[in-house]
């Protein structure tokens, strides 16, 4: 058996029409790619009588490998090979009609075309609402449509499937409309696929929807929805708890997120805010009694009124960035505008290296984020680290791995990234609270709890940590069958009952006031959150 050196030539790549490859499992869907390229050419054939069994063209130099002569010659020719005893008599170029099973022989170097499987676009569905825009009230009915699109030549999409309240609603072709039906506050969900003549079927996706009708001086619909079709008109926190809010509830003005960022502007007093902008030398207070400061560094009232512009100015100089951070992470504005004020009154230096920039981060406030915000960790991983080490995900990095990419986040602390960090770490308390839930009570959310109380929840864990309202969940849960902020509050440990002045007052911290000319002397700096 003589093996001959070959050089692969010029590939030319040749397109077939896409035909479907049977299999067991429907995915991946595959397509054959094929080409011209030079290729030896190997022969397999019986040692007794010499009768070829296969031929086989393989784009390398070097023996057919196991898993090519397999794919080639079929399972029975294959078995063949690789139980062919050795012959001596062929080496010794002797008579090797006696020699049992089967040998190779390269014939030659020549053009072949190939053909390679390989992964194929897949179906795409889109969803549109129709008559009515989502969370808004219209006169009209809501109806929805559902349109299935296949990428590969010569199929279709043969139907579309929509299945509302267990009732599958079959559509000949690509496309569906569907009437919704009313439901109540909670909604229900909607699954939905598509079948081509391919002969697979799209991922089934699924959404919940919510249809409500009043009759106010006419009749009136209004739809929501929850799912990654929707995700931009999700209200922030409710797609990952899957809770509609209310349609009017308490906390609206704070929870939904404002037009713009002007609306964010406040005229709050920080005594805090005052002192540090006395003892920089922004304000003069030199007039006052102890030049404008109390012994624990706030402002007294003489120095608190000698700042409020200066302080007015400066709580709101942050507004556009926390508005583009929230916009981006889906996070109420107001919330986060909020909690910077309640953890640093907007002054960006702190006296202790263990809590720092405006929202008074900590290392476990950073762990808390690349450890429940999978998005954000993925982000700041994959510059750093390799896919590979990345996909086992925060929790299986060494410590070494872990203290980098903690690092990284504690750079943009006092630069311009330091906002997007706390409202990334917001979005993981939103997380963390979620799973909290599941495990106090076994059932999500939607069941257990209410909107406002999944957001007062979730500042108290950005607070306190895990450990304290995981705590107080699960004697609730123990007792009763809802889970409610101010039964938790009252059963969260000692050590943790500020976090229930901390929620009042960032869930009241947004409305906008005019400074007073005689400030509180009870308002100073709360202690850092995380």
């Known amino acids: 058996m003589r093996i001959i050196g070959a050089v692969l030539v010029g590939i030319c790549i040749l397109w077939t029409d896409a035909v479907p490859v049977q299999a067991a499992d429907p995915a991946p869907r595959k397509i054959p790619k094929q080409y011209l390229a030079m290729a030896q050419h190997w022969q397999l054939a019986k040692w007794a009588g010499g009768k070829i069994v296969c031929d086989l063209y393989i784009p390398h130099t070097g023996l057919p490998t196991s ?14 090979w690789i139980t ?96 919704l039906p009313l439901t109540t506050d909670r909604g229900v969900p909607i ?27 006419g009749d009136s619909y209004r739809v929501d929805f929850l799912g ?47 002192g540090n902008l006395i003892r920089s030398g922004m304000v003069n207070a030199i007039a006052c009694p102890e030049n404008g400061l109390l012994d624990n560094g706030s402002a007294n009232p003489c120095g608190a009124q000698l700042s409020i512009a200066p302080m007015i100015e400066w709580q709101n100089r942050y507004d556009s960035q926390i508005y583009q951070a929230a916009l981006k992470h889906n996070v109420p504005s107001r919330v986060l505008k909020a909690i910077i004020a309640q953890e640093s009154q907007f002054w960006p230096k702190s006296d202790t290296p263990y809590e720092l920039g405006l929202g008074m981060m900590t290392e476990n406030g950073l762990d808390m984020l690349l450890r429940w915000n999978p998005d954000y960790y993925s982000e700041v991983c994959k510059p750093l680290l390799k896919e590979e080490t990345c996909i086992k995900g925060y929790p299986k990095l060494t410590s070494d791995e872990q203290y980098l990419l903690k690092s990284v986040l504690l750079n943009q602390i006092g630069k311009e990234g330091e906002i997007d960090v706390l409202a990334g770490t917001i979005v993981a308390s939103e997380i963390q609270t979620n799973q909290l839930v599941k495990n106090a ?43 409610t902020w101010g039964d938790i509050a009252e059963k969260m440990p000692e050590t943790c009952q500020k976090a229930k002045y901390y929620v009042e007052n960032v869930l009241t911290a947004p409305a906008s006031a005019a400074p007073s000319p005689s400030p509180s002397l009870t308002e100073s700096q709360t202690q850092g959150g995380l």
């Open 67 to 80: 898993e090519e002569i397999s794919a080639a010659c079929g399972p029975d020719v294959y078995w063949a």
């Open 84 to 179: 062919t005893p050795t012959c001596p008599a062929a080496a010794n170029n002797g008579n090797v009609s006696g020699c049992s099973g089967l040998f190779a022989s390269l014939k030659g170097v020549e053009q072949h075309l190939f053909t390679d499987y390989v992964d194929a676009p897949p179906i795409t569905l889109e969803v549109f609402v129709k008559n009515c825009l989502p969370g808004k009230w219209c006169s009209i009915a809501p109806a929805l449509t559902f349109t299935g699109n296949e990428p590969l030549p010569g199929y279709e999409i043969t139907q579309m499937h929509v299945m509302v309240s267990g009732f599958d609603n079959v559509c000949k072709g690509d496309f569906c409309r569907v009437a």
């Open 191 to 217: 699954e939905y696929w598509a079948v081509s003549s391919y002969g697979d079927e799209s991922e089934h996706k699924v959404f919940t929807y919510r249809n409500l009708f009043q009759s106010i001086g």
């Open 228 to 274: 990654d079709d929707w995700s931009s008109d999700a209200p922030s926190g409710s797609l990952i708890w899957n809770i509609f809010p209310p349609l009017k509830y308490a906390l609206q003005d704070v929870l939904e997120q404002p037009i713009s960022f002007h609306e964010l502007s406040t005229r709050n007093t920080y005594l805090f805010l005052a």
């Open 441 to 483: 009570t076994h059932q999500s959310p939607s069941v257990v709890s209410t909107y406002e109380d999944m957001w007062k929840m979730t500042i108290a864990n950005y607070y306190s940590g895990s450990g304290c309202l995981g705590d107080a969940m699960a004697a609730v849960a123990v007792e009763k069958n809802q889970l």
